[in-house]
């Protein structure tokens, strides 16, 4: 597995467009939507894992949201859960976390979902 390679997993969003099923106390990527034992987010971290080593797997979050990430995702380090200052839609998010990662590794090659 190549070392260079990292993933950034988005999951700041409050899921409007999935409500009523999506809350914002409780949004989309924590939800077992597709009916498989496992949340969204959880089933992109799996995927992930077959091109990334677990520790190059980063989420970006905002701070209500945290505690759900680290509950769902408890093989995550601290360091891997990003916290937004201020939620700001995609690009702002995409550009906290390659910013973070790549002060880590310049070489890095990063996939975003």
């Not at 999951?11 to 597709?34: T, V």
């Not at 906290?96 to 590794?105: D, R, T």
Request: with cysteine.
């Amino acid at each position: 597995m190549n070392k260079n390679n990292y993933a950034i997993i988005m999951a700041g969003g409050i899921g409007s467009r999935f409500w009523p099923i999506s809350r914002s106390s409780h949004p989309k990527q924590f939800i077992d939507i597709l009916g498989t034992g496992k949340t969204l987010i959880q089933n992109t971290y799996e995927r992930f894992l077959k091109v990334c080593p677990k520790e190059n797997i980063y989420v970006v979050t905002n701070e209500n949201y945290t505690k759900l990430v680290k509950s769902q995702l408890p093989d995550m380090g601290e360091q891997q859960i990003l916290t937004e200052p201020v939620m700001r839609n995609t690009a702002p998010c995409v550009a906290y976390g390659c910013f973070k990662i790549e002060n880590l590794n310049p070489d890095a090659i990063i996939v975003v979902a």
